[in-house]
């Protein structure tokens, strides 16, 4: 059974950090490039950051580039997401995603909120 479960989503002052963590298993996890995608009320969910499956690439969307930073750990099938100098435009629930080829699976999310 394929699970992606994300944590360490809050409430968090602007300016501030989160790390947040997406824990896979029932795939194989090193065969998965991985993303971090966002959805805020009343909006579409966006792409975040993306990592290959072997760390040699990554992307971000321009909203977070310089602030956020996506990275993972093969042998611990997990995620992470580190947001610094959050904003409240960053509130939002974040998901994580495994993808390859035609497999695309999904978390639950996690909520960020950001504000004083």
């Known amino acids: 059974q394929v699970q992606l479960v994300e944590s360490g989503g809050g409430l968090v002052q602007p300016g501030g950090s989160l790390r947040l963590s997406c824990a896979a298993s029932g795939f194989t996890f090193s065969n998965y490039a991985m993303s971090w995608y966002r959805q805020a009320p009343g909006k579409e969910r966006e792409l975040v950051a993306r990592?290959?499956?072997?760390?040699?690439?990554?992307n971000y969307a321009d909203s977070v580039k310089g602030r956020f930073t996506i990275s993972r750990d093969n042998a611990k099938n997990t995620v992470y997401l580190q947001m610094n100098s959050l904003k409240p435009e960053d509130t939002a629930v974040y998901y994580c995603?495994?993808?390859?080829?035609?497999?695309?699976?999904w978390g639950q999310g996690t909520q960020v909120a950001v504000s004083s």
């Open positions: 995603n495994a993808k390859r080829y035609i497999s695309d699976y």
């Open positions: 990592i290959t499956s072997t760390s040699s690439s990554t």
